[in-house]
């Protein structure tokens, strides 16, 4: 997780960074073991660069934080969901292109 304005999202700031954030906020969920994961891994970390103060972004380790992982009925990984005034507006399953990852933010930055 090399960008700086990547978060590691827990329970305890779950709430805060994701849920009470006014822009779009796009959480991948994801684990250590998984191929796919590791793949869309660098993606995350350009997107979160290239939409620097317009999006957050955020990586919830589905291992550790299996609660949240419940809470939003991850069933499989990766699966990226983009948050909008606190509700999920958009669910992304297994590994996407940074092409199709950026039309996918692009609905939801061109609202504001």
Do not use: H
């Not at 970390?45 to 809470?71: H, I, P």
């Not at 990226?80 to 609905?107: H, P, Y």
């Amino acid at each position: 997780m090399a960008a700086s304005n990547l978060l590691t999202l827990t329970e305890d700031n779950f709430s805060e960074e994701v849920l009470n954030a006014s822009p779009p906020v796009l959480v991948d969920f994801w684990a250590d073991w998984c191929g796919p994961c590791k793949m869309i891994g660098p993606i995350i970390d350009e997107l979160a660069n290239d939409y620097d103060r317009r999006a957050k972004f955020g990586k919830v380790n589905v291992d550790e934080q299996s609660a949240l992982a419940t809470q939003y009925g991850i069933r499989a990984i990766p699966t990226l969901l983009i948050f909008k005034n606190g509700e999920v507006v958009d669910q992304v399953v297994g590994l996407r292109t940074k092409r199709d990852l950026k039309a996918n933010l692009d609905k939801y930055i061109a609202e504001d």
